[in-house]
């Protein structure tokens, strides 16, 4: 091998000879073009999209205390009601307010004429949880 020195547009080393094709990188004036990587952009443009996932994630969870709350909040409603009978799972119920204390009742407000004292039509499910209808 020669110690002569090889010119400097000239890839080469001793260890692996003429090796301009195995660089990741051009190594002509010709070669294609690369951009190095805008990191602070990158990283800025990731936060980005990481704090829009969380703050979706946020509100879906929070969407969903609200709905689990109105859950509840109308299960106890009913269940803290006047009920003269033993609810059966999946029918509808209609839920009155007499002189200021509730009652379950099976007949509708069209059937009984009570539109005035009438709060509202629920579904028990099988989950003993009262589902408005």
Known sequence: ???????????????????????AY???????????????????LSSKKMMDVFNREKE??????????EEYNTSIMVWESKISFEPIIGK????YNFKGYRTLSLISPEEW?????????YILNSENKWIKK
């Open 92 to 95: 509808i119920y209609h839920l």
């Open 26 to 44: 051009p190594t002509t004036v010709s070669g294609q073009g690369f951009d190095l990587p805008n990191v602070p952009l990158f990283r800025e």
């Open 1 to 23: 091998m020669s110690t002569k020195k090889k010119p400097d547009l000239v890839v080469w080393t001793e260890e692996e000879g003429y090796n301009a094709k195995l660089k």
């Open 60 to 69: 879906e969870i929070k969407e969903r205390i609200e709905r689990l709350y």
């Open 113 to 121: 004429n009570k539109e005035i004292d009438f709060i509202g039509s």
